[in-house]
């Protein structure tokens, strides 16, 4: 070090710090400097609005994310999740992991659907043909949940509405697999996304708490669905069909079985020709994972993929991009507040078995 170029002040630091480690070893230098460590595994990708449950794809060589955006509300916050009271959708696309995200602005608006009255949830996106689609949740003018779907020439939208929801579609959280030529859309969510209140086939509700159409806990778990798609992509293209979740043993997890059973935000991936049913645990926010042999399951439960984040909720896809695998997710590190959340992403490593490695969204956790 060329000392003609410090100061007095420098000098007198450099000094009693030479003398502390002389005549104290337990106290050094790089002790006198505390570094702050970050308590998460991963940065938000976008820190300018509120952003949530992140639908990832690679479409065009780049990857585009297709999450809800959050905002402030007066709406009191409830186990029905009255207060994430989201109107519009933003689509982002990245060149590559770790680019900056780029906001194409807004490509969806809830005064932009017809049939649809508030709470524009978790959507996701599919190609075909050189079309997009582009599916949502949204409350009717019943505040019955239904599915949308809007079509645009673009990944990034913007996308037009059907005049009325898809057809005998119920709950939340839409998401669209491609297995070839075929093209599957998967949805469903307990407590605020009512899929409990379908357990009749049509809609029921028989009190006023989100859990009081829950099957006994020794009963099997409210199941996910799942449908094929039309040939247009815009409706059923079959009777849709309950998704089994089955323990190693072959019998279903349990409704009690809060570890482990279904509670939202379903998404599918194919590896090594094994299909992967990835969800929320809800309540005890895991992602966790089943695998099959088919994309209508039944799908053997196999562990958690993500441990909780910071937030109640947990929400997340997965996607291959450059022959990695990534894992999309949100917390809430912006705010701390649970329905303000801010989406990030990191890398997913698939076991020489197939199983998934476990990741710790927050560290030392």
Same mark, same amino acid.
């Given at each position: 070090?060329?000392l003609k170029?410090?100061?007095?002040?420098?000098?007198?630091?450099?000094a009693s710090?030479?003398m502390?480690?002389c005549n104290?070893?337990?106290?050094t230098?790089v002790? &006198?400097?505390t570094?702050?460590?970050?308590?998460?595994?991963n940065s938000?990708?976008?820190s300018h609005?509120y952003?949530a449950d992140?639908?990832?794809?690679?479409?065009?060589?780049?990857?585009y994310?297709?999450p809800?955006?959050?905002?402030?509300s007066?709406?009191?916050e409830?186990?029905s999740?009255a207060?994430?009271?989201?109107?519009?959708?933003h689509v982002?696309?990245?060149d590559s992991?770790g680019?900056?995200?780029?906001?194409h602005g807004r490509?969806?608006?809830v005064?932009?659907v017809?049939w649809?009255k508030?709470q524009?949830?978790?959507p996701?996106?599919?190609?075909?043909?050189?079309?997009y689609?582009?599916y949502f949740?949204a409350?009717?003018?019943?505040?019955?949940?239904?599915?949308g779907v809007a079509?645009g020439?673009?990944?990034e939208?913007?996308?037009?509405a059907?005049p009325?929801?898809?057809k005998?579609?119920?709950s939340i959280?839409?998401?669209?697999?491609?297995?070839?030529?075929a093209?599957?859309?998967?949805?469903?969510?307990i407590w605020?996304?009512?899929l409990q209140k379908?357990?009749?086939?049509?809609y029921l509700s028989?009190g006023?708490?989100?859990y009081?159409?829950?099957?006994a806990?020794d009963?099997?778990?409210?199941?996910?669905?799942?449908?094929?798609?039309?040939a247009d992509m815009?409706e059923?293209g079959e009777?849709?069909?309950e998704i089994?979740?089955?323990d190693?043993?072959g019998s279903p997890?349990?409704a009690?079985?809060?570890?482990?059973?279904?509670?939202?935000?379903?998404w599918?991936h194919k590896?090594n020709d094994?299909?992967?049913?990835?969800y929320?645990?809800?309540? &005890?926010h895991?992602?966790?994972?089943a695998t099959?042999?088919?994309?209508?399951?039944?799908?053997?439960?196999?562990g958690?993929?993500l441990?909780p984040?910071q937030g109640w909720?947990n929400?997340h896809?997965?996607?291959?991009?450059e022959?990695?695998?990534y894992?999309?997710?949100?917390d809430t590190?912006l705010?701390d507040?649970?329905h303000?959340?801010?989406?990030?992403?990191?890398e997913l490593?698939?076991?020489?078995?197939g &199983?998934i490695?476990?990741?710790?969204?927050?560290?030392g956790k």
């Amino acid at each position: 070090m060329n000392l003609k170029f410090l100061g007095n002040t420098a000098l007198l630091v450099m000094a009693s710090t030479y003398m502390i480690s002389c005549n104290s070893p337990q106290k050094t230098a790089v002790e &006198t400097t505390t570094e702050e460590v970050s308590p998460y595994l991963n940065s938000p990708l976008i820190s300018h609005m509120y952003t949530a449950d992140p639908s990832a794809h690679v479409f065009e060589g780049k990857i585009y994310i297709y999450p809800s955006h959050d905002v402030e509300s007066d709406v009191k916050e409830d186990d029905s999740g009255a207060h994430f009271n989201m109107r519009d959708f933003h689509v982002f696309s990245m060149d590559s992991p770790g680019a900056t995200p780029l906001d194409h602005g807004r490509a969806l608006d809830v005064d932009d659907v017809p049939w649809a009255k508030r709470q524009m949830w978790a959507p996701d996106a599919a190609e075909k043909e050189g079309k997009y689609y582009f599916y949502f949740p949204a409350k009717d003018k019943d505040d019955i949940f239904r599915l949308g779907v809007a079509v645009g020439d673009r990944p990034e939208g913007p996308f037009k509405a059907q005049p009325e929801p898809m057809k005998g579609s119920f709950s939340i959280d839409p998401a669209v697999f491609q297995d070839g030529n075929a093209y599957y859309i998967y949805w469903g969510g307990i407590w605020g996304g009512q899929l409990q209140k379908w357990r009749t086939g049509k809609y029921l509700s028989t009190g006023n708490l989100p859990y009081d159409d829950e099957p006994a806990d020794d009963e099997p778990a409210i199941s996910p669905v799942v449908a094929k798609l039309s040939a247009d992509m815009l409706e059923f293209g079959e009777k849709p069909r309950e998704i089994k979740i089955l323990d190693q043993d072959g019998s279903p997890i349990l409704a009690g079985d809060h570890e482990r059973r279904f509670f939202e935000a379903a998404w599918v991936h194919k590896y090594n020709d094994k299909y992967y049913f990835s969800y929320s645990t809800g309540d &005890t926010h895991n992602i966790a994972y089943a695998t099959g042999d088919s994309p209508y399951g039944p799908f053997t439960y196999q562990g958690v993929i993500l441990k909780p984040v910071q937030g109640w909720t947990n929400h997340h896809s997965i996607v291959q991009f450059e022959g990695k695998w990534y894992i999309f997710y949100h917390d809430t590190e912006l705010t701390d507040k649970t329905h303000l959340r801010n989406i990030k992403m990191t890398e997913l490593t698939h076991n020489p078995d197939g &199983t998934i490695q476990t990741i710790s969204p927050l560290t030392g956790k």
